[in-house]
């Protein structure tokens, strides 16, 4: 299976190779001034948020 057309996460066009994963040097560069400009903000301990179950999903299923 080709692996799918990836987007550029800043301006959401395709990813060219030479500058993945974004699609041009500039949207790298916008990307990183946004981090900046972010405070590096670290991800918080959001993993306890999406506890879902699922395994718990499919395995039962009703006789329709
Ligand atoms: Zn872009």
Do not use: H, I, N
């Amino acid at each position: 299976m080709p692996p799918k057309a990836a987007a550029c996460p800043v301006c959401r066009q395709p990813v060219k190779p030479e500058t993945r994963p974004f699609c041009s040097p500039a949207c790298r560069d916008r990307d990183l001034l946004q981090w900046l400009g972010e405070g590096y903000r670290v991800p918080g301990p959001a993993a306890d948020e999406g506890m879902q179950k699922s395994s718990d999903y499919g395995l039962d299923s009703d006789a329709d």
